[in-house]
């Protein structure tokens, strides 16, 4: 809302303005909007690294097991089921493609399968749901 309201006033502040300033403002002004978009899709990308974290932790703390390593496999596991996909492929192609950038080693063991789900927008989707689904079923 806020962006929209500030276009509007520099709209009615350009009327006196040539029309080529007026572009130019106007081109600055859209440069901003989508720098502060850029950010917010940084930030709601932290947030779903966080949410994804705190959902799991509660279903597996209302679970019986309480056993967070298998509960995380098994989410890998449907993952992988519904994408159709291998993980730890595309894991150690990641740490391969780290290694050729020139990541440091420890860089390169850091990366973990929630990067590589993190990093490819089908799987980041399809991840969420199964973790709603786990939210349901062990907290509901």
Known sequence: MKVEEAHKETQLALGGLSPQLQVLIGMEVKQKELEQRLQGTEERDDDWRQWINDTFNKAVKASKTNDYRTLRL??????????HCNLRVRLSNLKQRLSESGATKTKQN???????IEGDVKLKEIY?????????????
């Open 128 to 140: 969420s749901a199964i973790i709603k689904e786990f939210a349901v079923r062990y907290t509901a």
């Open 110 to 116: 850091a990366a973990s399968l929630l990067d590589v």
């Open 74 to 83: 098994e989410t890998y596991e449907i993952l992988e089921e519904r994408a």
